[in-house]
């Protein structure tokens, strides 16, 4: 073999080698390309999917957007509903402030009577409603006026017909939701006016509304009146009871004092002739005949003050925790000779349970005790409209202080026994189901969710 030959064999096993080792790099390269392409391929579908993702986002915001506003419309017109089904929450329509004090019914009458003649001198005056454009018809301003006219008498009559409606159903429950109808149809009436510039004035507006107001509190001064009769009848009613009372055991207390005096008398006259033990016991006889025949008087006298005493009586203050919950106590009077009568009476049909005694005040003067503690407690009255509704929410304790520093000392009850309501909550708890309803809360989100996120 020559040199040449050598160096040509070397030569070839360098080749080899190079390819060898080619061929075990080859691999290499192709996975670092490929991992290339699929990083690439990657990356390009994560930036569509995060494009994706943020126009779904976008499309989900401006959807609940459009949910919200819709919702928004829904209870609007829910609203608007509800101002002529009469279903809508009192409290939507706040609480509401007398603006009239006037003393009698009458009175308010004569005040509605005066601004509907004021209504009347602003539509003669023209100025119940007016038109902003001089308008022509045929190139005459004649008749352009003449047609401007009869469109302001239909936009009024529309208008005053409305609200004599709605003035008509005023009620003590609805004066507030009768006052937003009414500026409702103003701004009704007044939008469809607006193609021919033709609007109803604000102050036209007002007078109706205070129209309406008088109407309302005419209705209230009206049931008040009836009220304060049926208070004056109620407390001539009892006081003729207690007359009644009085005279019936005025009557009895003078038989059993006759009917003593007359075996007094008797018993004097057998034990003059009897001796020994007959006369010990004639004795014994006559001193509890003397001791009846003084109760006996004492009773007949008692019922001859009270019945000339219009003012002696007694103040009582109970409870019915069954039927108004507690600490909520009825503080009322009576002079009845019999006071817990009149409480049983009190618990006979209007209230589904009897009434417990927590106090009963003798005084001589129960009209003005009782008028005391109301006035001391006139802020904590259950019924704050009506005056005749003796029923607080206070504390025992407190009621007691008040006794006290009027100056009177009596025994309080602290626990009501309140039998009869008990011995029921007893019952229904065996009774009471598990499944409790749902709350209004409830219906409503099942109705509609509050959010599409």
Wanted: hydrophobic share 35%.
């Amino acid at each position: 073999m020559g040199l040449f030959d050598f160096l040509k064999k070397k030569e070839f096993e360098e080749i080899a080698q190079l390819k060898s080792q080619l061929e075990r790099y080859k691999s290499i390269t192709d996975i670092e390309a490929e991992t290339k392409k699929q990083q690439e391929q990657l990356e390009k579908l994560i930036a569509d999917k995060e494009s994706e993702i943020k126009s779904i986002q976008d499309n989900l915001v401006k959807l609940n957007s459009d949910y919200q506003s819709a919702l928004d419309t829904y209870t609007r017109l829910r609203k608007e509903i509800s101002l002529f089904e009469n279903k809508l929450d009192l409290i939507e329509f706040g609480v509401y402030e007398p603006i009239y004090e006037f003393e009698k019914s009458d009175e308010y009458r004569q005040e509605q009577n005066r601004i509907i003649e004021l209504q009347k001198e602003m539509i003669s005056s023209e100025r119940a409603a007016i038109c902003r454009t001089n308008w022509t018809i045929d190139g005459s301003e004649t008749k352009g006026r003449a047609s401007t006219k009869r469109y302001i008498k239909l936009t009024l009559r529309a208008f005053n017909g409305e609200c004599e409606s709605l003035i008509a159903k005023v009620k003590w429950n609805n004066v507030n939701q009768m006052k937003e109808r009414i500026k409702k149809s103003f701004e009704t009436i007044n939008k469809i006016g607006e193609s021919q510039t033709v609007t109803i004035q604000p102050e036209y507006l007002d007078l109706k509304l205070k129209e309406l107001t008088l109407e309302y509190e005419y209705q209230l001064k009206k049931q008040k009146e009836k009220e304060e009769l049926r208070a004056a009848q109620e407390a001539l009613r009892e006081e003729e009871k207690a007359r009644r009372e009085f005279e019936q055991a005025q009557k009895e207390a003078e038989k059993e004092e006759a009917n003593y005096q007359k075996a007094l008398d008797k018993a004097r006259k057998e034990m003059e002739q009897a001796t020994g033990d007959k006369h010990d016991k004639l004795l014994a006889q006559i001193q509890k005949l003397e001791q009846e025949l003084q109760e006996a008087h004492d009773r007949k006298e008692r019922a001859l003050s009270m019945a000339q005493q219009t003012k002696r009586g007694h103040v009582y203050i109970i409870s019915n925790i069954g039927s108004f919950g507690e600490q909520v106590y009825k503080i009322g009077m009576t002079r009845r000779l019999e006071p817990e009568d009149r409480i049983k009476e009190l618990g006979d049909a209007s209230v589904p349970f009897q009434f417990d005694i927590h106090a009963m005040i003798f005084s001589e003067d129960s009209p003005n005790l009782e008028n005391e503690l109301h006035k001391a407690f006139a802020s904590r009255k259950v019924n704050m409209l009506n005056y005749r509704k003796e029923f607080f929410k206070v504390t025992l304790d407190e009621i007691e202080q008040k006794v006290k520093e009027i100056g009177l000392e009596t025994e309080f009850i602290r626990i009501p026994e309140a039998m009869e309501y008990r011995e029921t909550i007893a019952i229904l708890s065996k009774l009471n189901s598990t499944e409790q309803p749902k709350t209004i809360e409830q219906i409503v989100a099942d109705e509609f969710p509050t959010s599409l996120t």
